[in-house]
């Protein structure tokens, strides 16, 4: 015999309740509709005990945080949102369908639901009645009033399956449940209300509901209605449950039966809304219909489909850039629908027309000739379905005229015999349109998942818009900040310019007033070097976010690394710790390219990572030579360069936070504590972009920094 404590500890994990197939494909049905009605997905929920526990169970969770509770369920659909309410639904049913016994079931979910529902509907009459100031309250606790018997049949349900064979009454049923589990369902259902935190009085009401009537009369209003609710909805109660009805409620013989034929009524619209057959069964071991055995195949098929597409929206969701994006969605084509001609053109605002993006190397000559279809081309299979927002195909899509020379192209170039071309528009803007390669069988089999396929084009939609709004608002603030630090920079360096002049003409004055072979020349030269030094230093907040403008000359990489580092020596021997370790290719190419910018930005990364490394360390620095023949590595974009010339600088100190590493280039974005305001890097970055080269690092907590520096190889006349 378990006690209640080892029992609530034993079920306090469980998560998947059963859910009467037919009601389930009614909700994904209604989730997935254009222009979905909130109203139609609550009135869907409210008439299914396991799915109303699960939504209120979410919304009251701490991940919601809401200062007030929520018992409304059309308030939770709307906080909650059509999208978790699908996939909850969902989670909810996939132990009901795959584990869940068919056919004389002693436990049988449509004689549940029925008795549930009937219970929450006749509770909500009597509640309107009898003025009782929350009827919603009233629908929802007899709703979920015998709960426990679901959470006992999900948890042991070999062991319940015992229990109701052998118990002929309630009474017998509470004292088995009681012995045998350790706490009746009435209790079960108390303790998980609370559990949900939902109103203390809702869990008194499926606390109470199995108690003798003698102590229902002295109990607070709700756990009243839910009582009689509960006796008046099983069929063979109800005559002897009129008396404590009058008793309770003072309501006459015929004002009763006028509140059953109406929840009867109610039952039969909630019935047509449904989709499915609602009778009073004769006992609990009813046999399945057909319809509802139907239900549990198309509800089996559903579920193992979103089960693969949830995996596939996870890898949406965690793809943080414009090609994982589309990575991820090729390849969820690729699982989900055994599809492996796949081509995504997204839409550029600037060319006004649909661009090839594709992860397929075989099928990169659409990104090296840099196609673009115009929107104007609007006979286009492509440009039309992103127009009209539907999906539109070649197989019967140009029955009536010859497909444009564009389409004629692509259905060549992809090797099948027809393109189905899926919109994806997020927000009423155009994203771009997935085209898929097919022969006629693959477009027969696929158009039986059009539902599935329109929800995944959806999803991938929303991820590359999303993204693109989070680049363009991160491009944005970079740019104010930008231009708000050069506005500050400017009024600093105009400030602080004329002090400084006057200190010069007074050092020129005292140098004037001694001799030339007075000693203190020497010390006025080094003050005025110093002065020069602020200068330029002043002159470089004024310049890190305004346009550059190159003076491309040819550079010897390594003697400008060279000659730094000796000029830095004074500076690296501050730092004692410091060992320098140069690694410099020998007959490194000459590029042509900026020498003063390059000066600056190995300065910078030399001293962040001297820096970063107060008790001392290794600080490497190594050149490469990247020849033309690696320019599949370096990406498309580079291809037309004759190759790069890679720096690499190295430090052991503590790397780069996770926190910090979205951002690390953005201005005033520093790890480094006070003193130091995080516009080094920002200006390392604009610089190497405006000589053409990419700056990237490799970095791990406790394991140090690299930064890799690739600089384009090319000649004079193309700078």
């Known amino acids: 015999m378990e006690t209640r404590e080892s029992l609530f500890r034993q079920i306090e994990t469980q998560r998947h309740l059963p859910t009467l197939p037919a009601i389930l494909l009614k909700l994904i049905n209604a989730c997935e509709q254009d222009g979905e009605n909130l109203k139609e997905v609550s009135r869907i929920i409210e008439h299914d005990p396991s799915l109303s526990g699960k939504i209120l169970n979410l919304v009251n969770s701490a991940h919601f945080g809401l200062p007030n509770r929520i018992d409304n369920m059309h308030r939770a659909v709307v906080l909650v949102g059509t999208n978790a309410i699908k996939n909850i639904a969902i989670c909810t049913s996939v132990y009901e369908v795959f584990n869940q016994t068919r056919g004389n079931s002693v436990f049988n979910l449509k004689f549940f639901w029925w008795h549930s529902l009937k219970c929450a509907m006749v509770a909500k009459f009597i509640a309107e009645k009898t003025h009782y100031i929350r009827p919603d309250e009233a629908f929802l606790s007899g709703l979920l009033h015998d709960i426990g018997k679901l959470v006992f049949w999900v948890n042991f349900p070999e062991k319940y399956r015992e229990i109701l064979k052998t118990c002929k009454g309630q009474n017998d049923l509470l004292f088995a449940e009681d012995k045998q589990l350790g706490a009746t369902h009435s209790e079960v259902g108390a303790w998980l209300i609370r559990r949900w935190n939902l109103q203390s009085f809702m869990a008194d009401s499926l606390l109470y509901h199995h108690e003798p009537k003698e102590r229902i009369l002295n109990a607070l209003p709700l756990v009243q209605i839910v009582y009689v609710a509960n006796a008046l909805s099983h069929v063979e109660q109800q005559d002897k449950d009129y008396n404590i009805t009058g008793e309770l409620f003072g309501f006459s013989r015929s004002q009763l039966e006028e509140l059953l034929s109406s929840a009867e009524g109610e039952l039969k619209n909630v019935a047509q809304l449904l989709g499915i057959e609602i009778e009073s069964p004769k006992s609990p071991e009813a046999i399945l219909s057909e319809k509802d055995q139907g239900g549990h195949e198309d509800l089996a098929r559903e579920v193992r489909e979103f089960s693969l597409l949830t995996g596939t929206l996870q890898n949406l969701l965690q793809s943080s850039d414009e090609d994982t994006i589309v990575r991820a969605a090729y390849q969820g084509l690729k699982v989900l629908f055994d599809i492996k001609s796949v081509f995504f053109f997204l839409y550029d605002n600037e060319k006004k027309g649909l661009i090839c993006k594709t992860t397929e190397e075989k099928n990169s000559s659409f990104i090296n000739d840099n196609i673009v279809i115009p929107m104007e081309a609007d006979k286009s299979l492509l440009t039309s379905c992103l127009t009209q927002g539907k999906p539109l195909e070649s197989f019967t899509g140009f029955a009536d005229a010859k497909p444009i020379i564009i389409d004629e192209q692509i259905i060549r170039f992809v090797n099948k015999e027809g393109i189905l071309c899926i919109p994806m528009l997020a927000h009423g803007e155009y994203v771009g349109v997935i085209v ?68 010069k003409n007074y050092l020129k004055i005292l140098g004037m007033k001694l001799s030339a072979q007075d000693p203190a020349q020497e010390e006025i030269e080094c003050l005025n070097e110093e002065i020069d030094r602020i200068t330029m230093i002043l002159r470089s907040l004024t310049t890190f976010s305004e346009k550059r403008v190159c003076n491309f000359v040819p550079v010897d990489i390594n003697g400008l690394l060279s000659d730094l580092m000796r000029i830095m020596t004074e500076f690296l021997s501050q730092h004692s ?55 599949d590595e370096l990406g498309s974009e580079h291809r037309k360069y004759l190759g790069y010339v890679q720096i690499t600088i190295t430090d052991e100190g503590p790397g780069i936070s996770d926190k910090i590493k979205p951002r690390l280039f953005e201005p005033f974005v520093t790890s480094k504590g006070h003193g130091h305001f995080g516009l080094g890097l920002s200006i390392v970055y604009e610089i190497i972009k405006s000589l053409n080269g990419t700056l990237t690092y490799e970095s791990e907590e406790g394991k140090g920094t690299s930064f890799k520096i690739r600089l384009p190889m090319v000649t004079e006349q193309k700078v």
């Open 436 to 503: 898929l390669g097919l022969d006629q069988v693959e477009f027969s089999h696929l158009s039986k998942h059009s539902m599935l396929l329109n929800m995944f084009s959806n999803n991938v939609a929303l991820a590359l818009h999303v993204d693109q709004v989070r680049r363009n608002q991160l491009n944005r603030i970079q740019s104010e900040r930008l231009a708000a630090s050069l506005y500050m920079a400017r009024k600093v360096v105009h400030e602080v310019n004329n002090p400084l002049s006057i200190m």
């Open 577 to 631: 710790n410091i060992k320098l370790h140069m690694d410099l290719e020998n007959e490194l190419p000459m590029i042509i390219t900026e020498r003063d910018s390059l000066k600056q930005v190995f300065i910078n990364l030399v001293k962040n990572a001297v820096e970063v490394m107060p008790k001392g360390g290794n600080l490497y620095i190594k050149t490469r030579h990247i020849p033309s023949y690696f320019e």
